[in-house]
């Protein structure tokens, strides 16, 4: 019996350009984070309102900072969230939001998990943890970045076509 063949593996550099299709968020630069097991991302402004339909609680956040380029400012609402226990790098032991959302690598979406955290005193706006990393079969290399970005410009040059858009103004 034959085994199946393991998938190729694929690299990520210890930063990435991502887009967040599903938020309307482009070239955001994510720190690629093998200690963390869930995504996150930068957010403000969270607040729970009932929906006036159904009484169900909506979150309403503003993702990144107003002055980041890849944001636009406006406030998203989300129907389908959880609340969890999230452990941060320094130890501490904090009640957050969880989403779930869209982020595109190599020209491909992967669906994952980001918690929602105030990252406003951390450089990168957004985290990627390991279980987006064993979806999408990466692995890590520190001294790389951006792999995901180039590797879809060179696709584009290879075909004649435009290369994508991902804030960096090329």
């Known amino acids: 019996m034959l085994k199946p063949k393991p998938k190729k593996k694929r690299q990520l550099g210890r930063r990435e350009l991502i887009d967040l299709p599903m938020l309307a968020l482009r070239g955001v630069e994510a720190k690629v984070d093998t200690g963390a097991y869930t995504s996150a991302i930068h957010c403000n402004e969270v607040r729970l309102v009932p929906d006036a339909a159904t009484g169900q609680p909506v979150l309403h956040v503003r993702l990144l900072d107003p002055k980041h380029p890849a944001t636009n400012g406006r406030p998203l ?77 060179r696709a584009a040059a290879r075909l004649g076509a435009e290369p994508p858009n991902n804030g960096k103004g090329d």
Request: proline share 1%.
């Open 77 to 153: 609402a989300f129907h389908e969230f959880d609340q969890r226990l999230i452990r941060s790098s320094n130890g501490e032991v904090q009640a957050r939001y969880i989403i779930k959302t869209v982020v595109r690598l190599y020209g491909q979406n992967f669906t994952t998990e980001f918690s929602l955290a105030d990252r406003s005193d951390l450089r990168h706006p957004v985290l990627l943890g390991r279980a987006l990393l064993r979806q999408g079969h990466f692995v890590v290399d520190v001294a790389r970045r951006d792999l995901s970005y180039k590797a879809e410009h």
